[in-house]
Every structure is written in C-alpha cells, then in structure tokens.
C-alpha cells in the first residue's frame, strides 16, 4: 500500500481511503470530468492548458465543483507538495477528478452530501512509461476499429468525460485484430478522429496533418505538438484524414500527456512509409526533450529498466 495522499474535497486523505459512493452520479451515469497533467523533473507540464480545459469540460456538464480555477491550481499544487517524499524523484501524473456528487433521492446514504466531489491524485509515471518504452524504437500499429467516434453533437468528445465506454469497445476490438494494436477511430463520415486516448498525426511530403478538432479531444500535447512544429517551421494544419490517406502517408505518431509523442509505424496492417520512426518525428520528440529539460525516450527507457528489474 502507497502513502500517498489524495486531495478529496477539501482534505488530504491516505489513497487506498479515497473513495466515491455507489450513489454518486459519477457511477450511475458516467456523469463526471476529469484531467490528467503530468510532470516533468517534478514540475506540473502546461497545468493552465489543463485546468482551462477542465474547467470548460465542467461548463459543458454544467458542474459547479465549488473551487475557482485559482484555488484548482492551489490544491494541485498542495497535492503534488505533500507527495513529493513519496515519489522519490519519479515523475508523476496528475489526476483531476469532478463526480456531479449523489443523486439526490440518495442523501441518507451518503456521508458526503449531495454536492460535487472534486479529487486530486498523484501516481509515478513508472508502469505507464515504462511499458511504453519499446514503441519510441520500435513504433506502434494503429487499427481502424469498428467502433466509431461518439459525434459532437450526442456527448462533446471536446470535454474530458468518463461517459467512454465506447473508447473501451474500440480498445477491446484493436486488440482483437492483433494484441497490443491500438485504435483509431473514425467519425460518422469516416474521417480519422483520434485514439482512445490520444491524438492523432500523420506527414505528407513534409507537412505535418492532423485531424480536425471538431469530434475529438483536443490534447495539451496535441497543442504542444503544433507548437513545436510552428517553431520549428514545419508546416502543420489540421485536415479531414481519410484512412485511405495514411496509406499514403510517410510518417505517423500520436500524442497524449503521458507518453507526449509515439510513432505509428503500421497502420491497418501495412508499414507507414517505410515502417521506420521517421525524421520529423524525431525532430520534434527531441525539441520537446529540450522543452522540459528531460529526456522523455530515456526516462521511458529507465522506468522499463525499474520494471524489469521487479523494483515494483
Ligand atoms: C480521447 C482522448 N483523446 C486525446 C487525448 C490526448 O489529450 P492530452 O494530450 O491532453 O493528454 C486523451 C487523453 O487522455 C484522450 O482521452
């Protein structure tokens, strides 16, 4: 059992007693939002994006978590301070979670009462870098599944809900036609959307697409990653993607908090390009290697190490 602490609503209580109730909106409906930061050497990486984003996820649900987006910002840090001694030097991700609270004929039953539940955890970076090491080298294989996007107009894929059930089916079907085959899903009109939990690139004769940010998430490293290539001068718009399209395309990555960049070197069972980590891929995991002051290949590389080595 950790010593971590979670913020939850105000205190810090011990993680393995952080709990929410069968009652809670959040479990009845998937009614909740969340958000997931991480750190790079111990500092949160872009938290403002992340809180702004949450906060509009809220505004979307029409969820008053009580807290100003200043006292959000407060608490994270608290959370990450009291923790910091647990971590010993890992870097973490950073977990905001924000239940609608009970439903209200459940009153009684709860000890919490019927407003929101705002929690906030930490949790090293370890297992999740860790087991994703291999794919910086040696690229991953994204499958169009079955599964479709959730169209915009039914649940906002734009606001960080729980209510995903269907990323999971689409996980569940990528592994089906191959194990460890990651998803991507296309929207009701068959244009790539985005991973269950990342988002999507591609380059065509040195240009850097990615999917338009009307039916998916629009990721902080989705943003980030448009950054880079501004200051790096490669040209990058957002565009409709036909799987046709990636075929043809000469490299692919996706990008998520965690991970920040991955190469997709097959799609739907054909190599892209040549089946290689490309340049432009590198260019840009490299700068942003720079960008944090940490080198995030290497770090995934070291916590495979710690895995390997059983020191979990
Ligand atoms: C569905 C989905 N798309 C994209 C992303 C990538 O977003 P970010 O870069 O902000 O982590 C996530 C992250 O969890 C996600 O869940």
Redesign the pocket.
């Known amino acids: 059992m950790s010593d971590r602490l979670v913020y939850f609503n105000g205190n810090f209580i011990p993680e393995e007693e952080a709990r929410i109730s069968i009652f809670d909106s959040a479990l009845m409906f998937g009614d909740m939002l969340f ?2 930061t991480r750190t790079f050497n111990h500092k949160p990486f872009r938290l403002g ?2 809180l702004d ?1 949450l906060y509009s996820s809220l505004k979307y649900a029409r969820i008053d978590c009580g807290l100003t987006i200043d006292e959000m910002e407060a608490a994270t840090t608290a959370t990450l301070e009291k923790n910091l001694a647990m971590l010993d030097g890992i870097d973490c991700q950073i977990m905001h979670n924000v239940t609608r609270g009970a439903l209200n004929i459940y009153e009684d039953a709860v000890r919490e009462g019927l407003a929101p539940i705002v929690t906030i955890n930490v949790f090293p970076l370890i297992q999740h870098l860790g087991n994703a090491a291999p794919k910086y080298t040696e690229g991953g294989h994204s499958v169009v599944t079955p599964q479709q996007a959730v169209p915009s107009r039914y649940i906002d ?1 734009k606001a ?1 809900n729980r209510s ?1 059930i269907y ?1 999971k089916l689409a996980e569940l079907q990528a592994n089906q036609l191959e194990d460890g085959a990651q998803a991507l899903l296309t929207d009701e009109r068959g244009f790539v959307a ?6 999507f690139f591609m380059t065509l004769n040195g240009r850097v697409l990615t999917p338009k940010g009307h039916n ?9 990653c448009m950054e880079l290539c501004d200051k790096l001068g490669i040209g990058v718009e957002e565009a409709d993607i036909e799987p046709y399209d990636v075929r043809e395309a000469d490299e692919a990555w996706i ?4 991970f920040c960049m991955l190469p997709v070197t097959r799609f739907n069972f054909q190599p892209v390009g040549d089946g290689q980590v490309g340049p432009i891929y590198t260019k840009l995991l490299n700068a942003w290697s720079e960008q944090v002051d940490c080198d995030i290949k290497a770090q995934a590389e070291k916590f495979e190490g710690i895995l390997k080595a059983g020191a979990v």
């Open positions: 958000e997931m994006d992340h984003r894929p960080k995903r990323y985005e991973g269950t939990g990342n988002n998916i998430l629009r990721g902080v490293s989705r943003m980030n990008t998520s908090t965690t």
